[in-house]
């Protein structure tokens, strides 16, 4: 996006109606969360055109992914998605192995293999979500319980606007179809990125929402 598109101040101004809304959700807010919303609802509510020229000028629109991985079997579903990322110079992305714990393999073999695959890869260790700041996060899996909390859905969405589910491969029979509309993450995700129309047929008729 450039620095004059027309579209940049409506993207940043959805962002700042997001923001906000997700922050009304929390029980208790700091006295910065609170002075954020006054000013921002206070800038929403008259937006000036001078506002809007030093939003055009001054903010730089830049999108800021994580994409939480696990075992590298799942990479295949994500690496088209990745490289489409890193192409675009208006995009930062940050690829997070996470370990799964159902998962027999040992935690060291599989960052391993997974840097075969993607040398930026880092641990959830390294990362902090709430200093980067994600706009969007990806799923790969839908399952909390077999994951470190820092990666789990229901911790990540207080913290990121967005949320995408891309499954990573389950859609080829009827029954993985309907076991993957089921979970509370289905029912919360942004977005469900399915693998073709019978996934979507089966979103509509065993999913939340419609599918």
């Avoid at 992305?93 to 997974?114: A, G, P, T």
């Avoid at 820092?150 to 995408?164: C, G, I, M, P, S």
């Amino acid at each position: 996006m450039s620095e004059c598109d027309p579209d940049k101040y409506k993207c940043i101004k959805n962002g700042l109606l997001e923001t906000i809304k997700r922050l009304k959700t929390q029980e208790k807010l700091t006295i910065s969360q609170k002075a954020f919303i006054h000013y921002s609802e206070k800038i929403l509510s008259t937006d000036p055109i001078h506002v809007k020229k030093q939003i055009l000028t001054n903010i730089k629109c830049e999108y800021n992914f994580v994409i939480f991985v696990q075992e590298p079997s799942v990479w295949g579903s994500l690496k088209s998605v990745y490289d489409a990322l890193i192409s675009r110079n208006d995009c930062t992305v940050s690829v997070v192995y996470v370990h799964f714990s159902h998962n027999s393999n040992l935690e060291n073999d599989e960052i391993k293999r997974y840097r075969k695959l993607c040398p930026d890869v880092i641990t959830i260790e390294r990362y902090n979500i709430q200093k980067e700041s994600p706009d969007i996060a990806i799923f790969v899996k839908p399952y909390d319980e077999y994951i470190q909390k820092k990666a789990q859905f229901r911790y990540v969405e207080k913290l990121v606007d967005y949320t995408v589910y891309i499954p990573y491969g389950m859609e080829f029979n009827v029954n993985l179809i309907k076991y993957s509309f089921n979970s509370y993450l289905h029912a919360r995700v942004w977005r469900h990125i399915g693998h073709g129309p019978l996934v979507k047929e089966y979103g509509s008729k065993y999913g939340f929402c419609d599918g």
